[in-house]
């Protein structure tokens, strides 16, 4: 995984209560675009694309990378969860050399308010914290997002700063394993 480190990828898919995180397949295209069409989902992340340019740009197997995790729920594809280098050119790190991992998830609406993107990302955070122990990860997000607010604090993320991005102040997090949360 050179993103992220010498990480072998994909790892097995991680089973939690009632979700699996495992690689994409050509089954969840579908869902990729809806999840990038959707108005909801796009609010906070400048907008959903229009769907006939991403029928066109999605590939027949989205989101096959280092990093990106689908969120299985019953057989079918509810969201995404990634972990990404955060861009050096950016604002927020925690890092004197920038690079920190970075934790981002979408879920489809419907899979909203269930308690889904707490149990997806608390388990790609165990899942990271194996991999690469003592390894800080950030987090990212408007501070008008309420409901990412509400998930940071759940997974026991710590407000390191605020700032002015994409033309919104910013909440700008960090998890560490080596830290207990609570």
Request: hydrophobic share 40%; charged share 25%.
């Amino acid at each position: 995984m050179t993103e992220l480190g010498p990480v072998a990828w994909p790892p097995a898919p991680i089973r939690t209560e009632r979700l699996v995180l495992r690689e994409s397949e050509a089954r969840d295209r579908v869902a990729f675009v809806e999840l990038f069409a959707s108005p909801e989902v796009g609010t906070y992340i400048g907008g959903p694309r229009p769907r006939d340019e991403l029928e066109r740009a999605v590939p027949e197997m989205p989101g096959r990378r280092p990093g990106l995790f689908v969120i299985d729920l019953d057989g079918a594809m509810i969201g995404m969860v990634t972990l990404d280098r955060r861009d050096a050119e950016r604002p927020g790190h925690v890092r004197p050399d920038a690079g920190e991992a970075e934790l981002g998830y979408m879920f489809l609406p419907e899979a909203w308010g269930c308690g889904y993107a707490t149990e997806a990302c608390a388990a790609a955070l165990d899942w990271f914290a194996d991999a690469l122990p003592s390894e800080p990860v950030v987090l990212c997000t408007q501070t008008a997002n309420d409901r990412a607010m509400r998930l940071a604090a759940k997974l026991g993320f710590t407000e390191v700063e605020r700032f002015e991005e994409y033309g919104a102040e910013q909440w700008f997090g960090v998890w560490s394993s080596v830290t207990p949360s609570g």
